[in-house]
């Protein structure tokens, strides 16, 4: 029997990262011939199609990306090395997520010691929505990853300091940019990050320049190749504009709803603002210029109505926070009844948001020297949660996409059960 304090702190790790595996695996291997599975829809078809035409050797393309282009060319690399398998990319998903419980445990670590970064990894391991989106054919599982990732290289880079670290944050957050381009929103949330005290103003400013440099380095060849393509000076895609009009206009109700009706097929959704801009500008427009015009449209009437755009934002922050998993091709519910594993990942966003609760209130009795407070190395899961609000609130939602939010939300609610 093990029994050095290191030796236990390892094998408590391998058990905890070995169930994250077994229920992942187990869940694919209860729904691999389910609807949405084993057949694609949607989004889903969409990738899949455009990571053939990758693998069949098409990689600079003709059109500026309207959909955010990493997983695609992820998947375009994986079909042309093996083949086009689902499976394969199934497998590979739960691999990455199991190696995204790693980085949130090595995170819960250096941020507040062992024992919260267990629970972390844990409440990870056992996260029901992260189980059912490593099995679907979809980017969120790699951005969880990425952003388990980018929590602990913050971090590393606040508890050493070193440029280099802060230039791989910078990297990391534009990969995560390359998956959901609300990501760049979070830039002014994590510049205070690379404040110190004892680094000064100049600290702060190589700190900063570095992670600024890090994102850069990394948007850089999506920016060029979209320019080359005649897109303009976009660093992602051209539908932030679009976006930014559907969840902020005279009709819009916090949910998805397309600029015209009944047209959900993505093609359809990449060519409708186009026609649509230019059509009431008169003239043929570049992608970025047609981001432009409806992130126009959007602020005027925000400015307009600024009682109504601020009902419209209340709305939308409560749906962010709903314990409903808010659907969009693929039902989360529906799935989980035909999956015994689903049903095994017990942990769910309302058990969750409310330990989170507690462990933001063990912050606040930390100035009164309580022993269990939350350590100011938190700092950026706090940080992280507050920016992917804002970012995600600001445009439309499905419960999707509050997935980048819960590694840092997994770190507050791992406070209290540490403690217990």
């Known amino acids: 029997?093990?029994?050095?304090?290191?030796?236990?702190?390892?094998?408590?790790?391998?058990?905890?990262?070995?169930?994250?595996?077994?229920?992942?695996?187990?869940?694919?291997?209860?729904?691999?011939?389910?609807?949405?599975?084993?057949?694609?829809?949607?989004?889903?078809?969409?990738?899949?199609?455009?990571?053939?035409?990758?693998?069949?050797?098409?990689?600079?393309?003709?059109?500026?990306?309207?959909?955010?282009?990493?997983?695609?060319?992820?998947?375009?690399?994986?079909?042309?090395?093996?083949?086009?398998?689902?499976?394969?990319?199934?497998?590979?998903?739960?691999?990455?997520?199991?190696?995204?419980?790693?980085?949130?445990?090595?995170?819960?670590?250096?941020?507040?010691?062992?024992?919260?970064?267990?629970?972390?990894?844990?409440?990870?391991?056992?996260?029901?929505?992260?189980?059912?989106?490593?099995?679907?054919l979809a980017k969120e599982s790699l951005a969880v990853t990425a952003v388990c990732f980018l929590l602990w290289t913050l971090a590393a880079a606040r508890a050493g300091g070193r440029a280099a670290l802060w230039l791989a944050a910078g990297a990391l957050l534009g990969l995560l940019a390359l998956l959901r381009e609300n990501a760049l929103l979070l830039v002014p949330f994590l510049l205070p990050l690379a404040w110190s005290r004892a680094g000064g103003r100049a600290g702060f400013?190589?700190?900063?320049?570095?992670?600024?440099?890090?994102?850069?380095?990394?948007?850089?060849?999506?920016?060029?190749?979209?320019?080359?393509?005649?897109?303009?000076?976009?660093?992602?895609?051209?539908?932030?504009?679009?976006?930014?009009?559907?969840?902020?206009?005279?009709?819009?109700?916090?949910?998805?709803?397309?600029?015209?009706?009944?047209?959900?097929?993505?093609?359809?959704?990449?060519?409708a603002p186009v026609a649509l801009a230019e059509r009431a500008a008169g003239r043929r427009l570049t992608p970025a210029e047609v981001s432009g015009f409806w992130a126009r449209r959007a602020l005027a009437w925000a400015a307009e109505r600024p009682a109504d755009a601020l009902r419209l934002q209340l709305r939308k922050l409560a749906m962010f926070w709903s314990w409903y998993e808010w659907p969009d091709a693929v039902d989360y519910y529906y799935l989980r009844r035909l999956s015994p594993p689903l049903w095994l990942a017990f942990v769910e966003f309302g058990a969750v948001s409310l330990l989170a609760l507690i462990g933001l209130a063990l912050w606040m009795t930390r100035r009164r020297g309580t022993s269990a407070a939350l350590p100011p190395a938190l700092a950026p899961a706090l940080l992280w949660i507050i920016g992917w609000t804002a970012a995600t609130v600001v445009f439309f939602l499905f419960s999707r996409y509050r997935l980048p939010a819960m590694p840092a939300v997994l770190l507050l609610a791992a406070l209290p059960l540490a403690a217990a």
Do not use: K
């Open 1 to 136: 029997m093990p029994s050095s304090p290191g030796q236990r702190r390892r094998l408590r790790l391998i058990a905890v990262l070995a169930l994250a595996l077994l229920v992942r695996l187990g869940h694919w291997w209860a729904v691999r011939e389910a609807p949405f599975v084993a057949s694609l829809a949607v989004d889903a078809e969409e990738y899949d199609a455009w990571a053939r035409r990758l693998a069949a050797g098409d990689w600079l393309g003709e059109e500026t990306f309207f959909q955010a282009p990493l997983y695609p060319y992820l998947l375009g690399g994986l079909y042309r090395a093996v083949g086009r398998h689902l499976g394969a990319v199934y497998l590979l998903q739960i691999l990455a997520a199991v190696a995204g419980c790693w980085a949130l445990y090595r995170a819960g670590r250096t941020m507040a010691g062992e024992r919260v970064g267990l629970a972390a990894a844990a409440l990870f391991a056992l996260y029901g929505p992260f189980v059912f989106y490593d099995v679907q």
């Open 205 to 271: 400013a190589r700190r900063a320049a570095a992670l600024l440099l890090g994102l850069a380095l990394a948007l850089a060849p999506v920016a060029l190749r979209n320019r080359a393509v005649g897109g303009g000076a976009l660093p992602t895609t051209f539908q932030g504009g679009v976006n930014l009009w559907i969840g902020n206009n005279p009709d819009a109700d916090g949910t998805y709803r397309p600029l015209v009706p009944g047209r959900l097929v993505p093609a359809l959704e990449r060519r």
